[in-house]
């Protein structure tokens, strides 16, 4: 049988063991006893699973670039074959998770900020060198990644440069990715969604909210937009893309639905079914 003095003595070392404050930095804790460091090593592997993502295939379709954390942020690595080793060839303090391969070119384009500033600017990486160099402004501007004309001699980019808040909409010529001439500058978000076969036009989008976007067709020679929305009323489009033909534009919205559905706009009547 237990005496009461046992009890006591247990009570007050329970007690005791959970009285103690820690503070580490804005964490208080108290009351919660010390993890052994035994159960801190055996988490660690479960709480730093690495995974991979495809970012990019090469334009000869015999490497690809993905991307996966080594050390402690993710970084960019190129496979050479199937069931080849990953070749890491971005080594920055900034993570990196986005990239296009140039058409045609041993080099691609990525993203990163500086220093964590969510500013994202684009750089080209030459494949044959190493070398990489900035093509964006520098500034404290967001830029998209590339989006290539079907010849790959042009590309369109959006920038936030000329006031800092509107994404406007560029082009470019891949000979020289450092020049860009703005294209499209309505104020809002804009962007790119696919070049038409002759490359004389695009699908741009102009998304106002979540539940609420329009689409036009932005003819470059001229800077004239077409409304693809049949109506002004609340549509949130998800994608489009250029029949081979350039006859019209298949599409995804929710216009006069609960669901999105498939849909077909037909450029020269300008409507949708």
């Known amino acids: 049988m237990i005496s009461k003095k046992l009890i006591l003595i247990f009570v007050i070392s329970f007690n005791i063991a959970f009285a103690q404050k820690a503070e580490r930095g804005n964490l208080v804790m108290e009351n919660i006893p010390e993890i052994p460091a035994s159960v801190i090593e055996r988490t660690n592997q479960y709480q730093n699973i690495r995974s ?3 970012i990019n295939y090469a334009p000869d379709g015999k490497s690809m670039l993905i991307t996966t954390r080594f050390a402690d942020v993710p970084q ?24 296009t391969f140039f058409p045609e070119q041993n080099k691609f384009v990525f993203a990163k900020d500086s220093a964590g500033n969510e500013f994202a600017q684009l750089y080209t990486f030459d494949l044959n060198t190493g070398n990489y160099q900035m093509i964006s402004d520098g500034g404290r501007t967001q830029n998209s990644l590339l989006n290539w004309s079907n010849s790959g001699k042009q590309f369109t980019t959006v920038s936030t440069k000329r006031n800092g808040k509107d994404y406007d909409i560029y082009i470019g010529n891949t000979a020289n990715p450092q020049e860009t001439k703005l294209l499209l500058s309505k104020g809002g978000s804009w962007s790119v969604v696919d070049w038409s076969p002759d490359d004389k036009k695009l699908v741009v989008r102009n998304g106002i909210s979540s539940t609420k976007s329009y689409m036009h067709i932005l003819d470059i020679a001229t800077g004239a937009l077409t409304q693809i929305n049949s109506t002004d009323d609340e549509t949130a489009f998800s994608n489009a893309v250029w029949n081979a033909s350039g006859t019209g ?3 995804v919205n929710d216009e006069g639905s609960e669901f999105k559905q498939l849909k077909f706009f037909d ?7």
């Open 76 to 99: 960019l690595h190129i496979i050479s074959k199937p069931d080849g080793a990953r070749k890491q060839i971005t080594f920055f303090k900034e993570p990196v998770g986005s990239a």
């Open 249 to 251: 534009i298949y599409l």
């Open 52 to 54: 991979a993502s495809l």
């Open 267 to 273: 450029v020269a009547t300008k409507k949708l079914p």
